[in-house]
């Protein structure tokens, strides 16, 4: 009974909040985000699939990806990437860890003059090949660097 | 809570060069607390950019970012005294937004 009774107050207290966050004008649903979520690509734990559910797939080896990373990254936890697009019509850029547990890390889309560039910092569980891929005049490109990781990230 | 969020934006040349912290855990759901009980997954999982109003960068992301996020772009076509605005989101639904004038 007294449980009951505390979780009934604790949902009240959140439907509460809620309503009044909207009220306020603190949430505006569906202002920002157009796209859903990719669920199925940040879950696939093969690399080459999470790649072709992002829509990456089939992608060419290409130089004119250029991957700033360490070589040995001590803390797994945060390791700096910088990837910077040399290709013309380059529209957008995806990071994958390949062997961490869920490969993808990240998907950037660059419209209205955003230069295809990104630079972030992003978790590895172990020594892995960093890939970056991007779509370019239809067509998708990817380049990688290893990424040596004395300590994981993942807590895996 | 704009207090979760750091934000610059500076002129490289004729490029704006913006970059963004958050404050989030990031918590992926594979991670154990000292009880051996698994943290729940919590992680910011889209961020979108604007200049001057204007989407510039729409980006999904994974648990793989790192713990207080870091994000680096640059824009083409910017001045000082636009304003760059950052609206983030994690899975719970919980909205971070920021904005900042090119200097």
């Known amino acids: 009974m007294n449980q009951l009774r505390r979780a009934f107050l604790k949902n009240a207290g959140a439907v509460g909040t809620f309503a009044i966050a909207i009220a306020t004008g603190l949430f505006k649903p569906g202002a920002a985000f157009a796209a859903a979520w990719n669920n199925l690509a940040f879950t696939a734990k093969d690399p080459a699939e999470a790649m072709k559910n992002a829509g990456y797939g089939g992608a060419t080896e290409s130089s004119d990806i ?23 019509g380059t529209t957008s850029m995806a990071i994958f860890v390949e062997k961490n ?4 890390i990240a998907d950037f889309e660059f419209s209205n003059g955003a230069e295809p560039y990104i630079s972030t910092r992003i978790k590895m569980a172990k020594t892995s090949i960093v890939r970056v891929t991007v779509k370019a005049g239809g067509k998708n490109y990817t380049s990688s660097r290893e990424v040596k990781v004395t300590i994981g990230g993942c807590g895996g | ?11 490289e040349g004729n490029v704006v060069d913006v970059k963004v912290l958050i404050q989030h855990p990031m ?23 604007t200049l001057n109003g204007k989407t510039v960068l729409e980006s999904q992301w994974g648990v793989g970012i790192a713990k207080n996020p870091f994000i680096g772009f640059r824009i083409k076509g910017g001045k000082p005294g ?13 909205k971070y937004d920021g904005e900042v004038v090119v200097a």
């Not at chain 1, 070589?71 to 990837?83: C, F, L, R, W, Y």
């Not at chain 2, 809570?1 to 002129?11: S, V």
């Not at chain 2, 918590?27 to 950019?49: E, R, S, Y």
């Open chain 2, 27 to 49: 918590d992926t759901g594979l991670m154990k607390d000292k009880n051996d009980k698994l943290i729940p997954a919590f992680f910011i999982n889209q961020v979108v950019a």
């Open chain 2, 82 to 94: 636009d304003k760059v605005g950052i609206n983030a989101v994690d899975n719970l639904g919980t």
């Open chain 1, 66 to 88: 250029v991957i700033k990373a360490p070589d040995i990254a001590e803390n797994g936890a945060v390791v700096p990437v910088t990837a910077t697009s040399n290709i013309p």
């Open chain 1, 101 to 104: 547990p869920a490969p993808m």
């Open chain 2, 1 to 11: 809570m704009a207090d979760a969020m750091k934000m610059r934006a500076t002129m």
